[in-house]
């Protein structure tokens, strides 16, 4: 169970060149949009044609250009869940899903029929057997397109910003579902979203796009608890990010006027440190600096604080994420401290 | 109303028949010459698409005796394919009811081609790209996903090309003729006893036309309103 790929493809204005690989795992393709991911799994699929490269599911080669073999779409044995279901309106729920079930020529009719009721059952879509997509919700839709996908005994799973279609509390519920699946498909699934916390919640190991290339790649924890490049640190969920450089034994972080004590010597170019990471008062470490809160903003079950350095009226808002109750009992000025492990030192 | 009364009593249907003929016939080769041109055009690159799109719109867009003309030039038995035809196969096309097919099919064509290249165009694309994960053969995946989902601009394309082979004139007139019985169409009908001042006839004709037309038209209302498209009202 497993995916290679090594593809190069001009695509518009930017050049895809990746090179990924993923074994018996969740992978998860994190990036803004517009960056390439989608067009990674639509070449593993065999929808597009990336230009040069490799590309072998588990262990057969797909598509090699300097072979010359590209096999069809219908010949790589993929399972692949796309944003707006694409779901055959003309068909009834269980047709679609019978269509799964052709791919094994030796099943007749009927085992076919039984095969896609006892899938879409498993996903609680028995008795919407014969209604038609549109008549379904969209949660029902995505589940019915994944049942599809799965009776049809796909090597690798390939999941196109699957919950991006669905409002909160559909999503959180499809996601349990599809979540559930990839736990019982036991094999490589890759997953494109732009969500960190599904990212976090689905995978085991997470790509990060950047312009069409891998930017990092590594375990999910890793790369959460060291983001390494300032994109990285951005897509999971830093925000505040400051350009910086060495200066007299010290870390200058440029944007916000702020200097720390110099932690290691870097080829980092970047700063970063994660919003709910600070506290009010003052240390000696000099991971501290006075701030002004130029807006407070409620959030759902938080505030978020935009602050400056207090020492620097031009310097970049930083944003810091707390309790209501922390907040509350903050002044307009004063100080505000960090642990010196959550300061990222990035490169670009 | 004793005239009218004769002329019912002897009227001659043939023209209504031969019509119905020829306009179902026309219209069973577009729909599947058209359909298969539609998707040809569209996996073609852009330039020949141009080229291609413009070549068959052509019917569309001249006068009917102008595509005459050119039938006349290519099916002549005084000219190369003409004779070969007849020679070779023994297929006559001037002057006879196959003549009459192959005009009202020449012109009705542009119809077909143009409302299924723009239903096609309307398909999601990620259906067919789902579909071909899935295994499902190309000609399995355009008459089971595909074709329905362009379904209700091919039907109008269809009723148009029918309607469009019904009444074609000029270029039937050119290159079929108007021989009662045989290629005499409705549309030739009426040019026929109008000449010779029958209005009362060309009358009853026009009258015939006038429901085909309007059954087509009502027919055609009901499927580009399509199942499933709800109207908003602005």
Known sequence: MSVYVDIRKKVGSFVLDVKLDAGRETLSLLGNSGCGKSMTLRCIAGIERPDEGIIRINGRTVFDSKKHINLKPQQRGVGYLFQNYALFPNMTLLQNVMVGAERDRSLTRSQRRDLARRQLAGLKLDGLEDSYPSQLSGGQQQRAALARILVSQPEILLLDEPFSALDAALRWETEQLVRAAIADFRGTAVLVTHDRDEVYRLCDRLAVYRHGCVDTLGEKWELFVNPRTANTARLTGCKNLSHAHCEGGHIVAEDWDLSFPLLREGPWTWVGIRAHRFLPGRTEDGFSFPYVIKNNIEDTFSRILQMQNADSPDSALIRWETDKDTAAALPETGWVHFPEKELLLLTD | ?234
């Open chain 2, 1 to 234: 109303m004793r005239q009218l009364g004769q002329i019912i009593a002897g009227f001659d249907w043939s023209p209504f028949w031969i019509s119905l003929k020829t306009g179902t016939v026309a219209t069973v080769v577009c729909f599947f010459l058209g359909l298969w041109t539609a998707r040809m055009v569209l996996k073609a690159g852009p330039k020949l698409r141009a080229v291609a799109d413009s070549i068959l719109t052509l019917p569309m867009i001249l006068a009917p005796t102008v595509a005459g003309f050119f039938l006349l030039l290519l099916f002549s038995l005084r000219r190369p394919v003409g004779a070969f035809l007849y020679r070779e196969l023994n297929v006559k096309v001037v002057q006879t009811w196959l003549g009459c097919i192959i005009a009202a099919s020449v012109i009705s064509f542009p119809l077909m081609y143009r409302n299924a290249r723009a239903a096609f165009e309307q398909v999601d694309p990620n259906l067919i790209h789902a579909a071909r994960t899935l295994g499902m053969k190309e000609r399995r995946i355009f008459w089971r996903v595909a074709l329905p989902s362009a379904g209700p601009g091919v039907a109008s394309g269809t009723i148009l090309t029918f309607a469009r082979a019904l009444g074609e004139f000029g270029a039937t007139s050119m290159l079929a003729g108007n021989i009662a019985g045989k290629t005499g169409t409705i549309s030739q009908k009426i040019a026929n006893v109008i000449k010779d001042g029958d209005y009362v006839t060309a009358g009853i004709w026009v009258g015939i036309m006038l429901v085909i037309a309007f059954v087509i038209l009502v027919l055609f209302n009901l499927v580009s309103g399509g199942k499933g498209h709800r109207h908003s009202r602005w």
